[in-house]
């Protein structure tokens, strides 16, 4: 199991942008896939968008283009860049390491979208 810690979530405008972090404790990060999932309150968790160790990316449909996930291997980190945000984003953000199906959470960081 991987140790994953997630920052800066936040309180921000509609329109405005985020850029979360999540930075893995293993010496092993390039190979593993790297997702972010959200669970808004009410709701079941959704993926929001996934790297994999080739950095290949893919997003849920409703995020395209508003939503951008990359990775630096050399600080085993992943980001996920939120641009445009709405109300509806609003959700706990959680960071996930997948290596062979077994996976990993993070402790989830709260992103709040409101005037």
């Known amino acids: 199991q991987v140790q994953l810690v997630e920052s800066g979530g936040g309180l921000v405008q509609p329109g405005g942008s985020l850029r979360l972090s999540c930075a893995a404790s293993?010496?092993?990060?390039?190979?593993?896939?790297m997702a972010w999932y959200r669970q808004a309150p009410g709701k079941q968790r959704e993926l929001v968008a996934r790297i994999s160790s080739g950095s290949i990316t893919n997003y849920a449909d409703t995020l395209k283009g508003r939503f951008t996930i990359s990775r630096d291997n050399a600080k085993n980190t992943v980001y996920l860049q939120m641009n445009s945000l709405k109300p509806e984003d609003t959700a706990v953000y959680y960071c996930n390491a997948d290596l062979n199906r077994v996976r990993s959470w993070g402790q989830g960081t709260q992103v709040t979208v409101s005037s």
């Open positions: 293993t010496s092993i990060f390039s190979i593993y896939t």
